[in-house]
């Protein structure tokens, strides 16, 4: 069993889903990045939303939680949505928890493939998925994401975000911060407006759950970022900066969409950062 300071970990699969590969590395031409993923008949490739779980110091915290199950047959059919692989309620479920245990939801930003599973549909109504729990999310990024945009607006869902602004269960948070002891929020602006990555930490060791900083291992090399990146130039500058942190600070990574590996550490090869010893959470 995985421990850092005062928290169990446990990783919870929430499903796998599918995104079109060329918007997933960008300018990065299809015949490299298939090497690593290969993509589907619909040039999609198969993405996790592995989120992670700390129980300890009287909490139980969920950080992030898929896509959730809210969508129409059309959505699945877009997305390519597996639960063959794992669910959130499945996963909680093996570490003896369910959704009114959880204290607190950290969520990194409020796409809908990292927040789905934050609300549930019961008939005609819209309802929050953990009573009790408190959702922490940038208040920067709250705002950016009930403001909306053009390049956003299919990823920021009513269905998601209108539940959690009415329930009295929001806590914004303003910039980087120790949220409880052992757990950093960090932002980045990179990928959209204050995503915040999540530090668990202890004297000896950290883990650094890097949402879509770092979609998946094969997007530590600099120029290998989303075309769903608002600012590309920023997450360049932002990957190297938290790279160069991690490699100085002997941190582990946990990558949420990532189909094969969960958590890596890092290293600085003769091309740059490169991930060693990918293992399961378990193995950390």
Request: charge should be negative; proline fraction near 5%.
């Amino acid at each position: 069993m995985t421990r850092i300071g005062p928290y169990t970990l446990h990783e919870i699969e929430c499903g796998r889903f599918g995104l079109d590969g060329g918007a997933m590395f960008g300018i990065v031409p299809k015949p490299l990045w298939e090497k690593i993923i290969p993509a589907d008949s619909r040039n999609r490739i198969p993405l996790n939303t592995r989120c992670l779980l700390l129980e300890g110091d009287g909490r139980l915290v969920l950080i992030d939680n898929g896509i959730g199950d809210k969508f129409d047959d059309k959505f699945a059919g877009i997305y390519g949505v597996d639960f063959s692989v794992g669910s959130l309620d499945a996963s909680l479920a093996a570490a003896g928890f369910g959704r009114a245990d959880v204290t607190d939801v950290v969520l990194t930003h409020l796409h809908f493939d990292h927040c789905g599973g934050s609300t549930v549909r019961r008939g005609d109504r819209l309802e929050i998925a953990f009573p009790e729990a408190t959702f922490h999310v940038q208040r920067v990024h709250w705002d950016w994401a009930v403001a909306s945009n053009v390049r956003e607006k299919a990823s920021f869902l009513g269905e998601n975000l209108e539940p959690i602004g009415a329930s009295g269960q929001l806590s914004l948070i303003d910039g980087r911060c120790d949220l409880f002891p052992g757990i950093e929020v960090i932002p980045v602006d990179g990928h959209t407006r204050a995503m915040q990555l999540v530090r668990v930490h202890d004297a000896e060791r950290s883990l650094l759950y890097v949402a879509d900083l770092l979609p998946t291992h094969a997007h530590l090399s600099p120029a290998w970022n989303m075309g769903y990146d608002l600012w590309p130039m920023t997450t360049i500058e932002e990957k190297a900066r938290l790279l160069e942190d991690a490699i100085a600070g002997r941190w582990s990574l946990m990558f949420e969409h990532d189909p094969t590996v969960a958590v890596a550490d890092v290293t600085m090869g003769r091309r740059g950062a490169e991930i060693a010893h990918a293992r399961g959470l378990g193995e950390l």
